[in-house]
């Protein structure tokens, strides 16, 4: 009877780890498939930039700092990842 019990409490752990691993796949894809603005913009400052400065913040950053007056000022490359509406958290 135990056993019983037993079998079924693994099974469904097997299974919720399964679904986990399954769905966790299935949006990692679409996450990695986002090419439009600002989705694409987010993606690519937390995962691909390689400048040397980056810009952090909200819709101030976005607005209020240029990155081609900032990249020849200073001769290095730069990345606006401001993004309008939210705080830097």
């Not at 600002?38 to 240029?66: P, T």
Request: charged share 20%.
């Amino acid at each position: 009877m135990k056993q019983k019990y037993l079998f079924k409490i693994l099974l469904f752990v097997l299974l919720l780890i399964s679904l986990d691993y399954v769905i966790g796949k299935i949006l990692a894809k679409y996450y990695n498939s986002m090419n439009r603005g600002e989705e694409q913009k987010v993606r690519y400052s937390l995962n691909d930039v390689n400048e040397d400065v980056v810009i952090f913040g909200a819709s101030r950053a976005q607005h209020h700092y240029s990155s081609s007056i900032i990249s020849d000022s200073l001769n290095v490359t730069v990345f606006n990842t401001g993004y309008g509406g939210i705080n830097i958290l």
